[in-house]
């Protein structure tokens, strides 16, 4: 809880999940973006197109099947984030900050 010292700690929990929520969405856009480009590349093979997938996906055996489930995945936890920051926003609203 030091972290609500230093920040203002009015929805505390709901703006952690926005900056999470951002981040989640930037990377499932750099895996996707990763993803159809290896679809489209037939003849040069597949490769990692920005930093963020070589982060995640790391040297790896490369596939276009590892490619597809790592974005689900990524696609899966920004949908689970989004979920979590709507109840978290919806909470905060009806039990801590209901006058407003």
Do not use: H, Q
């Not at 290896?38 to 040069?44: A, F, Y």
């Not at 990524?74 to 949908?79: C, D, P, R």
């Amino acid at each position: 809880m030091f972290c609500c010292r230093l920040v203002d700690k009015k929805r505390f929990l709901s703006k952690s999940l926005i900056l999470t929520s951002i981040l989640s969405l930037i990377i499932s856009i750099n895996l996707g973006i990763n993803y159809t480009i290896s679809l489209t590349r037939s003849e040069d093979g597949i490769a990692i197109n920005n930093w963020i997938s070589g982060i995640i996906i790391g040297n790896e055996s490369w596939s276009y099947d590892l490619f597809k489930s790592y974005f689900n995945y990524s696609v899966a936890a920004n949908l689970l984030n989004l979920f979590f920051l709507i109840i978290s926003i919806l909470v905060e609203k009806k039990f801590f900050y209901p006058n407003e």
